[in-house]
């Protein structure tokens, strides 16, 4: 394909601008296309920041379907996967009058098992509501009816519905080609689906998941491609931590300890006592989370595997579980070929004890059974264990290799976290470059594009989180005319985060910046504690005020029907946390005002975090300003992001934490955030908001402010 006709087809006489009314043409635009074209024809890496509004969505799409050869495209969340599939895809390939095929891939839990939804069906006891009765019998509707499976086609079924757990199937509990549905699978037809079609749409989460599962051996989650474009690239570096390390949850112990016992009395009565077998599975699981108990008074209610307060006690606890998982991996063997039920069980079984054992390693004397020449299955064998105990060692070989430890254990970090109604053991590679980075074929072409990947314009941080030192990197300012569309608020004399009059004193000065908007206001805090407290503060000022405004908090109700009636209402207060910061387009007047209350650094009780900062500092970094100001930078200008999303939007952006302008390193911040006009002042706030679209001249002094010590 000629750059020529890029300039074509992106021109105001070409076939997008004829076939889509709103188009307009950009020159940011063209030249992002232009540059994935090149690293396509190359084969290379591309990261490219383009700012909200180039229009990134037509500029890889473009050359993706010009192309002629496999693309995938990978987003960043299933919402915006299907806003790809069934809006933008077809409109681009209506407009070129390309006979380009498109396909949609998910995970395995979007889409309805026919065996799991029809074992469901045969057992009332497992429904717990009348409105669980009424949503089986819509997704048994659904399933006869739909020819995708895909959850998000069951519009009266929340995605979010517990029983979506009970009639979707799991990499452990899948039967394969064992299952008796395996013709109608939703899954299969997926997978085929996207090995015949040019074009596939998939998240970063499936990606990901297929990473790991090649390293396994397994290579038919995801087709082979000539080139990968990862849209929202800057998720990437959290959802590869999450999904190349391992998990473990007491809910996923407790479930195996059901199964056992309803497949072998339904399948294998006479071969043991069952109900036994379960109960003892479930008994060690919660002796293992009663062991974990003092964690709950602990920051965060974590605690890394060094710091378990009653470590020995907890340590036995692990131990008692492992043995009661190798005698039923032991008595499901015997009866595993008998019937599938027998055999999912058998496998889920497996599964966990291999991935409990691994997330015990190295012990509390350093030793690791792990390391290269002593492999896992030969500390399993230590003591002459049995058949069924020497399957859970081959089982290892599938788990190490799904966590990447195939030569040797990378730097990680374990941990538990206790919550009111579970505990999970957590375990997570300290860095993801290699892994990640050496998944790219040398003749495929990546393209990692999203508005926030810079710092300061400077791309090492992202680029080193994920190991693409060799890629090229190119940047896109917005086309918006932030000085004339918004206005950043900095707020004179508020106290620091930390003082206990600060949500006090920050709503303080929200009030009479909601009272003058006409729009909608969106506050984004950093804790969901913040959000609680800040909820209820202002919720008693609209009181005071009689304002019928309506307020809406994060928590009581879910993320998407939040959304759709904050944009609704036109006018709404939503309160929210972290995954409220990004993916949310609210375009106009619905939208006038983003408040952020403090910046936006990880919790210090992270364990990953913790972890990565001591790794840093014990390389003598400065963990600070090489990790925690970057990520922070990052988060930032993804909130102050949610403000403008159209040229004919305009508001302001409030920033309540005064270190961005008190704190040398808060240049670095507010530098990196939209070029909007800039006060400390409220009333030219309030003048702006009166004048609506008038620019707020600069004031001086700011600067020099962010500067000073």
């Not at 131990?319 to 032991?330: E, F, G």
């Not at 290892?396 to 941990?415: C, G, I, K, N």
Request: proline letters at 5%; aromatic letters at 6%.
């Amino acid at each position: 394909m000629l750059l020529q006709e890029l300039s074509d087809i992106f021109s105001p006489s070409g076939p997008i601008a004829a076939a889509v009314p709103d188009f307009r043409p950009r020159q940011a635009q063209l030249e992002l296309a232009q540059a994935i074209e090149t690293a396509l024809q190359e084969r290379k890496v591309l990261v490219a920041e383009a700012g909200t509004g180039t229009g990134k969505t037509w500029a890889y799409l473009v050359p993706a379907f010009l192309s002629g050869g496999k693309v995938l495209v990978s987003t960043g969340t299933r919402t915006l996967q299907d806003q790809l599939f069934r809006r933008d895809l077809p409109r681009l390939r209506e407009a070129l009058a390309l006979p380009i095929t498109i396909a949609l891939l998910k995970g395995r839990g979007n889409y309805v098992c026919h065996y799991h939804l029809e074992r469901l069906g045969g057992d009332d006891r497992a429904l717990k509501s009348r409105a669980e009765i009424g949503q089986l019998r819509a997704i048994q509707v659904f399933a006869q009816q739909s020819k995708t499976g895909d959850k998000a086609d069951l519009a009266q079924v929340p995605e979010d519905a517990d029983i979506w757990n009970r009639v979707t199937s799991t990499r452990e509990n899948c039967l394969g080609q064992e299952c008796p549905h395996v013709r109608d699978c939703f899954v299969l037809k997926a997978r085929r689906y996207a090995q015949d079609a040019d074009l596939v749409v998939v998240n970063h989460a499936l990606f990901m998941a297929d990473l790991a599962l090649r390293e396994d051996g397994i290579t038919d989650l995801l087709p082979a491609a000539d080139m990968v474009v990862f849209d929202e690239a800057h998720q990437l570096p959290d959802i590869a931590t999450r999904f190349l390390g391992t998990s473990v949850s007491s809910h996923q112990l407790l479930d195996l300890a059901r199964m056992v016992e309803a497949a072998g009395l339904a399948q294998a009565r006479e071969s043991t006592n069952w109900s036994e077998a379960g109960k003892k599975i479930e008994q060690a699981a919660r002796d293992l989370r009663l062991a974990a108990a003092p964690i709950d008074k602990l920051p965060g209610r974590k605690a890394t595997y060094d710091a378990i307060p009653n470590a020995a006690e907890f340590d036995q606890a692990l131990d008692d579980l492992l043995q009661v998982l190798d005698r039923s991996a032991q008595l499901l063997n015997v009866v595993s070929e008998k019937h599938p039920d027998l055999a999912a069980a058998h496998k889920s079984c497996l599964d966990l004890r291999a991935k409990l054992f691994l997330w015990s390693q190295p012990d509390r004397q350093g030793r690791n059974a792990l390391v290269p020449g002593s492999s896992a299955g030969d500390k399993l064998k230590e003591g002459g264990l049995d058949a069924a105990a020497r399957e859970t060692a081959d089982a290892f070989d599938a788990v190490q290799a799904e966590t990447l430890v195939t030569v040797a254990p990378p730097a990680s970090v374990r941990w538990v976290e206790q919550s009111t109604h579970h505990m999970r053991l957590h375990s997570a590679p300290l860095s993801v470059a290699q892994i990640f980075s050496r998944y790219r074929r040398e003749d495929q072409a990546w393209v990692l594009t999203s508005a926030t990947l810079s710092v300061g314009g400077n791309f090492a941080h992202f680029q080193k989180q994920l190991g693409l030192w060799s890629a090229s990197t190119l940047r896109w300012d917005s086309p918006f005319d932030y000085g004339q569309q918004g206005v950043l608020f900095v707020p004179k004399n508020l106290p620091l985060p930390n003082d206990s009059r600060f949500n006090e004193k920050f709503v303080e000065v929200l009030l009479p910046l909601i009272e003058v908007s006409q729009g909608g206001v969106l506050v984004l805090c950093t804790t969901l504690r913040s959000v609680d407290r800040i909820a209820e503060l202002l919720e008693e000022q609209l009181d005071v005020a009689g304002s019928d405004r309506v307020l809406l908090r994060q928590g009581e109700s879910s993320r998407r029907v939040l959304l759709e009636r904050f944009r609704t209402e036109k006018n709404a207060i939503l309160v929210g946390s972290a995954s409220f910061w990004e993916g949310i387009d609210v375009p106009g007047d619905a939208l006038t005002l983003v408040a952020i209350d403090k910046l936006p650094f990880a919790p210090p009780d992270d364990p990953v975090l913790e972890a990565r900062l001591n790794l840093c500092r014990k390389e003598g970094g400065n963990p600070f300003m090489e990790y925690q100001v970057p990520e922070a930078a990052i988060a930032l200008k993804q909130g102050a992001g949610r403000l403008i999303r159209s040229e004919s939007d305009w508001g302001v952006l409030v920033v309540g934490d005064s270190r961005i302008v008190d704190k040398p390193y808060g240049k670095l911040l507010w530098r990196g955030l939209p070029p909007f006009s800039r006060t400390r002042e409220l009333g030219q706030v309030l003048e702006f908001f009166n004048r609506k679209q008038a620019p707020v001249a600069p004031v001086e002094g700011l600067e020099a402010e962010a500067a000073a010590p």
